[in-house]
């Protein structure tokens, strides 16, 4: 934990000098004795991990902080939010417009290492090696900055130097392509500098940068090299599958070998404020980010079959029974035995009133209610307890990648490479096996095109929840060249309509879910979600078009 004690440290006095650096044209020669200015800093080694440090607050992400990884998947088939906590909510529905967008449009991240890199020559080191060595970490926070941005607007401002005014920053957009290269060279340069494992808990390794680049690669279809980085970060040696997979979400397993990056958190010093979103309304939680039914139709049947093919054994009513064992992983559903804040329970959010009382966790009980009547399993088990009683101030350490994420990727482009397709289903079985579930039926996975579908879905079941789905429903496409996304995000989005038998004693039969064919659709709609072709791309915010003039709108947005 020395790096989070060293985070909460410096980041106030690390992001003001990181401001004044990069504003030094106010500054008077008469460096002041009580504050931080460009004529006091930058002299030793303390300076520059100092500088180090406020290049990593938020380095995933400037908008919502570790939530990106949360909120991300709402924009997705497979998860919802209720508020429209910073737009997520009209990018799933397709009403995103210059005023309703994500705020991912941020340069202050890239400033701090723009400023970093432009001074990190100063300081006198002791080892050479540790100047290099941070060096490397934070281009490589830079190329992810720059990988986030331009993956969603397509194309910015590329600048890599401070910028002393506001017009000095008024750059025209690159190409999406030419940010792009520009991503893929830092990354190159910056992995051999960077040691195996880090130093310190938190910080920038091999691994990590690899990830990156992995990702980086996979999400403008560079097979190749993006299976090239998969397979160095399993050449490394230090990542292997967590046996106990809930294990891996909660705060005992956070020493797991599966996690190749998390974003570092401790109580007090630099605490996760956030624990308060995963969970329901009863339990004092907020619903902000729940699974939907899109994704519990994805799990198999416990036979390996899917749900709507013959002899799976599917009961519309009883939909979470005789599953896939990795959906009571993912999923706290209704009908669960559960331990809540006030004690044990059983999951009930299907009806409005229990014993003559107000259900609080009922559908549109509060808008801290599940709207799907479902919240993710993943950092809520095994148990609420595990949390600070105010579920604001806890060492929980979202993960930002993880070793099953590797796996996934080398089988993903195994297929697209229509190469080692044997290898493909036999690290899809891993994760199955861990999950408790069966081997692939190699007899109905034998062609590219099924072991294909069979790739994607097992990618969303794995990773659900983790901040992926978006992006992959944009960069798949289907046979016809369209864009997943154009299938998937159109079209109605539903919650579950049934009760709980009480006197049911398997958890997964619990709940009766009354058929859609015996409803009317405004019985079970949540809302209606919109994808075109142009969302692809999200418009530029409308306030940076004010502060630069030279930016050109994204089509379809003007």
Known sequence: MVNIIRLSKYAVCAGVFSFLLSSCDNFFDVAPHDAITPATFWKTEADAEAGLTACYNWWFDQCTGPNYIFFNDCMSDISFNRTGSSSYKYVATGELNPNKVPNYYKYESIARCNVFLANIGKPTFADEEDRKNMIAQVRV????????????????????????????????????????????????????????????????AKGTALAIKMRAHLYYDDWETARQAANDICALNLYELEPDFIKLFSLDGQSSKEIIYADQHIEDLYKFGDVVRLYNNQDGGWASFVPTQNLVDMFEMKNGLMPEEEGSGYDERHPFADRDPRLYNTVVYPGMDWEGKSGNRIINTLDKEINGKKNADYYDAATNASATGMIYAKYALPSINQYSPSLKNDRLCPILFRYAEVLLTIAECNVELNENLSEALDLIDQLRQRGGHIKVDRSKYNTQDKIRELVRRERTIELAGEGLRRQDILRWKDK???????????????????????????????????????????????????????MRYWPIPQAQLEKNPKLVQNPGYN
């Open 141 to 204: 926070i830079r190329a992810w900055e720059y990988l986030v941005i331009n993956y969603w607007f397509g194309g910015i401002p590329l600048i890599t130097e401070p910028t002393e005014t506001a017009e000095a920053a008024q750059v025209e957009r690159s190409s999406e392509e030419a940010v792009r290269d520009f991503i893929y060279k830092e990354l190159d340069e910056a992995i051999p500098d960077l040691p195996d494992a880090p130093a310190q808990k938190g910080r920038i």
């Open 480 to 534: 016809n060249g369209k864009m997943v996304a154009e299938t998937v995000m159109n079209g109605p989005l539903y919650h579950m309509v049934g009760t709980i038998d009480y006197s049911e004693p398997d958890p997964t039969r619990r709940a009766v879910i009354t058929p859609a064919s015996e409803l009317q659709e405004k019985d079970r709609l949540i809302e209606n979600r919109k994808f075109e072709p142009y």
